[in-house]
C-alpha cells in the first residue's frame, strides 16, 4: 500500500473527501485490524466504480434544491408496470409492441427506471449517525447541524416558527426550544439530521435558552448564509421516508383563514378536486402533502382527514333544522367527504369505462345521452330496461324493455341485481347490473343516466364508472334557455307544454340535493345551460376517458 497512486495527475478527478480518507488510513498505523481488510479498504476508496458514484451522488445533491432540474413524476416503475400488463394483454401484438414489451423487461432498463425514482423521491440524502460532541457544561450528548439558509419562509404563528423547513415551539413542559415538526423536502429534512422533538440549544453560536420561538425567528431573519444548530437529541427519533399515498380533496383549503393552523407560512392551499400527494400522516391532525406535480419538493400542512371530518361535523350541528332544505338531510361518516385516496387508471384497449349521467330530472341528461349514442350506435350501447307491466301490442321482449312477472322482478330486486328500480302507476321499472357487465364485456361503452342513488351501486372496481354531473345553470338562466328553445317538460307524461315556475324550482331543488349528498362521487361537472356547448363537453369527456390516465379509486386499480 502506497500513496503513489493518489500523486498520480489522473486522479485530480477524483473526490478530495475520498481522498483524504484514503490518505488518513495509510497513514494510521494502530489500527485494530489486519493488512488483508487494509488493502480491501485501500483498494476500494482507489476504485473508479466508486469515485463516479460519489460524483454522481454529489451532483445530485447540489441540484437538489434547484428549480432548473426537477422530476415530471417519481413512479416511473408504477408507469412501467402498467405499460408491461396493458402490452401482454394485447390480442396481437405488432413488432415495435413486442420489442417495446422485451426492452422494458431488460434489469439495466428496470435499474436505471429504479434509480430515476430513488433520486425523485430523494431516497439518496444520507442519515448519518448523529456525533456526540461532550462539554465541560453538559453531560448530555449533543449534536451540531449546519444547514444553509434558503429561501423558505422565516414568519410565522406564535406557537410554531418555520426554520429551514422546520418549525419550533416551547415544550409545555420543560419551557425548552424544541423542534415541532420537520417539513418533508425541506433543508431541514434534506440533511437528515433533525428530527422531532430535538431540544434546540444554541442558533450562531447564540443560548436559546429562556427564549421565546420569536426570540429564535430573530436570530434566523439576522443570519446570512450558514445557519449552525446545537441540538440535544430526541429520544429514539428518526428520519421517516415519506409515503406515496395520493388523495383527491373534497373541499377547499386556505390555511390563512384556519385559526387552528400551527403555523401559517407552512400551510398548503388547495381547491376541491386537486389531487395531493401526502408524504406524511404522523401528526393526528396535521398531514404534510404537495400538490401532485408541483415543482415545489417542500411539504405544506393540511387538516388530516379526521380533524376536517369533525369540523364538518360541527359545522352541520350549527346549522338551523329545516325541512326543505338540502343540506339538513340525515348523514353518516360516508356523506363526510374530506380526502378519496386515489391513483392512476390508464386506458385499456377494448375495455371501456361505463359513463354515468347524474342530475337532476329534467336537466337534459336524455337528450345528451341520445346524441352521444347517435354519434356511434355501434360503440355507445345503454341497456335494455326490465319492467313487471304487461306487454303492449306491438311491442317486442327485450327491444324496449324486457317483460318479467313482478314476483320475478321483486325476487331479483331483493337480490341485489339491479343497478336502480321504482314504481309507476303499479308497475316495476329496473336497470339489471348484468346488462351493464355484458356490454362492457362486449367492448362497447355503457351509457347511463340512473338515479342518483344508484351511484352506490355502480361505483365499484369491477365497472369503474365515470360519473358526469349534468348542472343546471343558474334559475335565470334556465329558465331563459329552456324558454327560448320552447322546450319540452319532462315532467308532463304528453310530452306538450313547456315547465312551470313550480318545475324549475323544483330541478334546482334536486340539483341541491344531489351535490350535497354525492358531489364527492362526482369525476366531471358539465353545466347545461346550452345543450350544444354541454354535449361538445361531454363527447370531450367520452374521448380522453378513452386516451388519458385518469385518477380513479385506490382500490380500482390495486
Known sequence: MTTEVMANGSRGKWDPALSRLLSSLQQASNLPTTEEELGFLSTLLQSKELHA????????????????????????????????????????????????????????????????????????????????????????????????????????????????????????????????????GGAADRSGLIHVGDEVVEVNNINVEGKTPNDVLTILQNSEGTITFKLVPADGKSGVRESKVRVRAHFDYESSTDPYIPCKEAGLDFDKGDVLHIVSQDDAYWWQARKEGDRNMRAGLIPSRALQERRIIHERSQVPKNGDDAENDDFDREHIATYEEVAKLYPRPGIYRPIVLIGAPGIGRNELKRRLIDTDPHKYKTPTPYTSRPMKPGEENGKEYFFIPREQMEEDIEAGKFIEFGEYKGNLYGTSAEGVKTIVNNGNVCILNPHYQALKMLRTPQLKPYVIYIKPPSLEVLKETRNAYHARSTFDVNNSRGFTEEEFNDIMKSAARIEFLYEHFFDETIVNADLAVAFRQLLAAANRLETEPLWVPASWVQ
Open 53 to 184: 458514484l460519489v460524483n454522481v451522488h454529489n451532483k445530485i445533491i447540489s441540484n437538489g434544491a434547484s428549480d432548473k432540474f426537477f422530476p415530471m413524476l417519481s413512479t416511473s416503475m408504477d408507469v412501467l408496470a402498467d405499460v408491461l400488463d396493458e402490452l401482454v394483454h394485447k390480442p396481437h401484438m405488432s413488432e415495435d409492441c413486442k420489442e417495446l414489451f422485451y426492452l422494458l423487461q431488460r434489469p439495466h432498463i428496470q435499474g436505471l427506471l429504479f434509480a430515476h425514482d430513488s433520486v425523485a423521491q430523494k431516497d439518496y440524502y444520507p442519515h448519518l449517525p448523529e456525533i456526540p460532541c461532550d462539554t465541560e457544561e453538559e453531560e448530555e450528548t449533543i449534536k451540531i447541524v449546519q444547514l444553509v439558509k434558503s429561501n423558505e419562509p422565516l414568519t410565522g404563528a406564535h406557537s410554531a416558527e418555520p426554520i429551514v423547513g422546520a418549525t419550533i415551539k416551547t415544550d409545555e413542559t420543560t419551557g425548552k426550544i424544541v423542534i415541532a415538526r420537520v417539513m418533508h
